[in-house]
């Protein structure tokens, strides 16, 4: 299979620039700065990216790159901090740009460049630097200018190294679509290998030899990564597969009994389902600190999950539906950890596998949903939105109590319901329900009430490191209100959350 590296320098839109390659169904992995040379020499890569990233390169302490790497005879194309480096490597000069450019700005392009092939002389780009290159090395010539950029592009192309300051692979820049393609089809002459139905059958080809007679064992959650994973998993040896899916009481409601007749109908499996609300909820009697639920919940979790694998007689092999971003080593250190979350699972020492089998490692989210698509999983499963991991817990506020998880149960099937049947939930990344810790006045026919409150939360995101507050029309939160307060026991008030991301995060907890 053809290879793309993204070298990544720290840049915020890395990941984005992986995927963009792999829309062009050429497969792109990320590799921090730091991986030595003789390494992404030995993996025979088609072309190399550098990413951006937020130094600048004249800094001793800035991330640079061996030389050497210029001269492996693979095509290059830096951008951002990635064009400026190469500049650098190569002795041109970049220092301070007396205007910095942030936004969409107009490029001009030298159309007779393989890079900007098809593209027209002038475009839009999305531009996000304070440095620039004020003099290009020796051998490379401009092939982009902007008013306030002298070299917007260069090339080499003699050496095929090119360079573009803005950022191609962000929707923003008119062309960087038909720009990334030139460069992995006319300069890298990819010949785009990488396509879904070959990635499931030589996954279930490859899962067949290393798994051979042996059986698996897989944590099913219900959701999307854990989902694909089983049925690729099932597609490969069927009933050697163990799915073990705890049910804590905790999921949405009527979830745990959707989860197991779409696994045990659809996917020929060992289906073992653990339910558990009771241990769980009274490990929580009484908590309600938002890092003490989760930690129990994650504790418990794992307790209930390794005693069910601890019961096997035959273990086999441990699967999980660990996903490529979950296995990415950053260019720079890791971002703060806001609220913990959890990827790759830690294996008790006691338990003795074959070894570890993640079948999507190598795929972006998007990717795994094509794949599960593919698969015949239903949309229900392959699209849910993201759901955290400890559940309905995180959106109790306060202590959680069964009554408490009916109720909210109740009111989010109302509110999933009304944006389903509008269609209204295709404009959303997230919505649901939460239940605060708090009770307030109401009157109902002639009577004081004195009852719970729902608060709706729904938002838009690329990415969910930041999230805009969704502007639900008001007859459908009308609708939703009413009916939560008609239709749910103990609920006499609902509010709509209004609070994007920062300052606020998705979840209350
Ligand atoms: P926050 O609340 O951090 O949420 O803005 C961002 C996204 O992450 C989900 N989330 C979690 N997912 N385990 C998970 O697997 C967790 O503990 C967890 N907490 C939040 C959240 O639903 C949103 O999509």
Redesign the pocket.
């Known amino acids: 299979m053809e290879k793309i590296l993204v070298l990544d320098f720290g840049g915020q839109y890395n990941q984005l620039i992986a995927r963009r390659v792999r829309d062009n169904n050429v497969y792109a992995e990320i590799l921090p700065c730091t991986t030595p040379i003789e390494e992404i020499r030995s993996r025979g890569y088609k072309g190399i990216i550098f990413t951006g990233g937020p130094n600048s390169v004249y800094d001793e302490s800035s991330p640079h790159y061996a030389k050497e790497i210029l001269d492996l005879g693979v095509p290059v194309l830096g951008i951002c901090y990635g064009c400026q480096l190469i500049s650098w490597m190569r002795g041109g000069e970049v220092k301070t740009a007396p205007v910095s450019e942030y936004g969409k700005i107009e490029v001009t392009a030298d159309t007779k460049s393989l890079l900007f092939k098809g593209i027209p002389e002038k475009s839009i780009v999305w531009m996000s630097h304070t440095d620039y290159i004020a003099k290009v090395p020796e051998g490379f010539s401009v092939i982009g200018t902007t008013d306030d950029c002298p070299c917007a592009a260069m090339e080499n192309r003699a050496e095929n190294i090119y360079a573009v300051q803005f950022h191609p692979e962000v929707t923003h820049s008119e062309y960087g679509k038909q720009l990334l393609h030139n460069f992995l089809y006319v300069i890298c002459h990819c010949s785009g290998d990488w396509v879904m139905d070959d990635f499931i059958e030589n996954t279930v080809a490859a899962l067949r030899e290393k798994i051979g007679d042996k059986k698996v064992i897989l944590g099913l959650s219900g959701g999307v990564d854990s989902s694909v994973a089983a049925g690729l998993l099932s597609r490969a040896v069927g009933k050697q597969l163990t799915c073990v899916f705890v049910d804590q009481g905790l999921m949405r409601k009527d979830e745990g009994d959707f989860v197991e007749k779409t696994f045990t109908s659809l996917f020929d499996m060992r289906f073992v389902r653990v339910n558990c609300q009771e241990e769980f909820l009274s490990k929580l009697k009484g908590v309600t600190d938002p890092e003490e639920k989760?930690k129990i919940i994650g504790t418990e979790f794992y307790n209930v999950f390794w005693n069910e694998i601890r019961k096997e007689a035959d273990k086999g092999f441990f699967a999980q539906g660990t996903i490529y971003p979950d296995c990415i080593e950053s260019g720079k250190g890791d971002a703060d950890v806001?609220?913990?979350?959890?990827n790759r699972v830690k294996m008790p020492e006691d338990i003795e596998f074959e070894g570890v089998i993640e079948p999507l490692c190598d795929l972006f989210k998007d990717e795994v949903r094509a794949v599960g698509e593919k698969l015949g999983i239903p949309k229900e499963l392959v699209w849910r939105q993201?759901?955290?991991?400890?559940g309905l817990g995180?959106r109790i506020i306060g202590e959680i109590t069964a009554e408490k998880v009916k109720i909210l149960q109740e009111a989010d099937a109302i509110f999933r319901d009304e944006m389903a049947k509008t269609g209204y939930e295709k404009q959303l990344s997230?919505f649901f329900a939460v239940l605060p810790d708090v009770k307030t006045v109401g009157v109902m026919g002639d009577h004081r009430t004195y009852d719970h409150l729902i608060a709706l939360r729904a938002v838009t995101t690329d990415n969910?490191m930041t999230?805009d507050w969704a502007q639900i029309p008001y007859d459908l939160l009308a609708k939703v209100s009413n009916r939560i307060t008609n239709e749910v026991d103990h609920v006499n008030r609902v509010v709509y959350d209004i609070t994007s991301?920062p300052p606020g995060?998705?979840?209350w907890e």
């Open positions: 989760r806001i609220k913990t979350h959890h993201p759901f955290p991991g400890p995180v997230q969910f999230a991301k995060t998705v979840e």
